[in-house]
């Protein structure tokens, strides 16, 4: 059995090593780790293979096939991500203020490392090396519980980055992959409050809601990704359907795809049979109110609504559409049935754009762009822990920053109080 407080403490320790590593240092080793991600490529494909070929054999629905399989491409994109994080700016050390009080006493914030992080996740292989290696470079040492789905990926990911870490003459308790607990083990790490610092259950709601209620350690959820696209009365609907097109099927499986479609009805008439269409054309159910299924004329690929439809995760090539009075009724539709996480409006009105970007509250707000655009390697963060849904500590895609907390330096000269 896999001795969860060994490992715990083992990783508290290395945390603290992490925590002062020059710059330099930490890039060296990152850089040599894009390198052997890549040149081990082979090896790690085959066994994602084994993993896929498992899975499909045991029934594992489309959506996590394919949030499970790794290809040369995905692969090329992991080692890019950690170079990226090579070049980032360190944030362990940034002064974020400094000043002084009356007391004469000078003041600094500083950014540091969170200490251990435990990332809970299923499916996603490159999370292994995703999370590491900006816990790493933040400082942080991490413990990674992926699932049973992944494991071998998992493993092979694991062990090459603690092989780099050994040749670097680095903590290998840096990283761990954790494997085969059960769910009475999952709450013994759970409860491991004196060496991890924070939880992050990366997964379907199941997952998410067991470590919330099982975890003396304070956790930040990545939940499910129910994100609208708003076509507005004034959009330049070629581009509009373009992206509404691509919102959804560029990764269907993704949390940050398209799963609602509001069209203002000013222009519902000349949009709406041709987004159906070419959604159509992609191979997309489209899951309509009654004026869409009227405005389309309905087809093999459209289906009515139901109250179910809205509001909720595909994670497949399915999307609701529903036609809306101006701005302020998709608003209230996205208030009702968003999940915090992704909206796009698209429009030409920039007072409208901007009324948009201010009143709906979601992690990322596009103008004028796919859904699919708010992810840590697009948005510049080199890779992402994930997308926090969470409104504390972090919200959205979580790179190097929101991987650190600020604390106090205060210097004086004798101050007494």
Avoid: W
């Amino acid at each position: 059995m896999t001795d969860v407080r060994a490992l715990a403490q083992a990783a508290r320790i290395a945390s603290r090593e992490l925590a002062c590593l020059d710059t330099s240092r930490k890039n060296e080793f990152l850089i040599d780790l894009a390198r052997e991600i890549s040149s081990r490529e082979g090896e790690i494909l085959a066994a994602n293979a084994e993993d896929v070929g498992a899975a499909r054999a045991a029934g594992l629905d489309e959506a996590k096939l394919a949030r499970l399989a790794l290809t040369p491409k995905s692969l090329a994109q992991l080692s890019d991500g950690v170079r990226q994080i090579a070049a980032l700016p360190d944030p362990v050390g940034a002064v974020v203020k400094d000043y002084e009080v009356p007391s004469g006493l000078r003041v600094k914030r500083i950014r540091s490392p969170l200490g251990v992080i435990c990332m809970i996740y299923e499916a996603r292989p490159g999370v292994t090396i995703d999370a590491f290696a900006l816990c790493f470079k933040a400082g942080n040492a991490c413990l990674l519980k992926g699932g049973k789905e992944a494991a071998r990926s998992n493993a092979l990911l694991a062990s090459l980055a603690r092989g780099v870490l050994a040749r670097h003459k680095l903590p290998e308790a840096a990283t761990t992959s954790i494997t085969g607990l059960d769910r009475e083990a999952m709450r013994d790490l759970l409860a491991l409050d004196e060496f991890i610092d924070l939880v992050i259950p990366r997964g379907g709601h199941e997952l998410i809601r067991f470590v919330a209620q099982n975890s003396r350690i304070p956790t930040i959820q990545h939940y499910q990704g129910v994100c609208h696209v708003f076509v507005e009365a004034s959009a330049d609907l070629d581009l509009a359907v373009r992206i509404c097109v691509n919102a959804k099927t560029s990764a269907p499986a993704t949390c940050n795809a398209a799963e609602c479609v509001l069209v203002d009805t000013r222009v519902a008439s000349a949009f709406v049979p041709r987004l159906v269409r070419a959604l159509g054309d992609a191979g997309v159910e489209v899951r309509g109110d009654e004026e869409v299924i009227l405005l389309s004329g309905g087809g093999p690929h459209v289906r009515a609504a139901t109250p179910d439809d809205f509001g909720r995760e595909f994670l497949s090539l399915t999307l609701a559409m529903r036609v809306v009075d101006g701005l302020d009724e998709a608003i209230a539709h996205i208030h009702r049935y968003s999940s915090g996480h992704t909206e796009a409006i698209l429009t030409r009105d920039q007072a409208v754009a901007d009324a948009f970007c201010t009143r709906v509250q979601s992690s990322c707000v596009l103008v004028n762009a796919s859904t699919r655009f708010n992810d840590g390697y697009q948005l510049g963060l080199g890779a992402e822990i994930g997308i926090s849904t969470s409104r504390l500590h972090a919200f959205g895609p979580m790179g190097l920053e929101e991987l650190t907390i600020q604390r106090f330096v205060v210097r004086g000269e004798g101050q007494t109080r």
